[in-house]
């Protein structure tokens, strides 16, 4: 089992900044990828930013350039810092850890259904 904490949503401007802290505990070595999903509204769950456990990231395209995830191993943290945010980023967003081994493809690993263990999620404003 792994248990996922979010912190770090808020309300900001457009072109304004935010970064958001994952805090892991429990089987956290079985699981390859950490990442964060997003949940816009009128939109499913989509990945944003996921990393593997050698610290290879993978981005969705609509984020490439503003968002940068990275992890702290020791700590058990991962993070994800977003630069020039979008009213289109407004949401909520979850850390979620796959709890398998398994290296994935690309469009894989940014798929919701490859994760098994999810948080409850931070919420993102961006207000123009």
């Known amino acids: 089992q792994v248990q996922l904490a979010e912190s770090g949503g808020g309300a900001v401007q457009v072109g304004g900044s935010l970064r958001l802290s994952c805090a892991a505990s429990g089987n956290t070595s079985d699981s390859y990828y950490m990442g964060w999903f997003r949940q816009t509204p009128g939109k499913g769950r989509e990945g944003v930013a996921v990393?593997?456990?050698?610290?290879?990231?993978s981005y969705a395209d609509f984020v490439k350039g503003r968002f940068s995830i990275s992890q702290d191993n020791a700590k058990s943290l991962v993070y994800l810092e977003m630069v020039n945010l979008k009213p289109d980023d407004t949401g909520m967003y979850y850390c979620a850890a796959s709890g398998s081994s398994l290296w994935l493809f690309h469009a894989t690993r940014l798929s919701d259904r490859s994760y098994k263990y999810w948080g409850q999620g931070t919420q993102v404003t961006v207000s123009s």
């Open positions: 990393i593997d456990s050698d610290g290879y990231p």
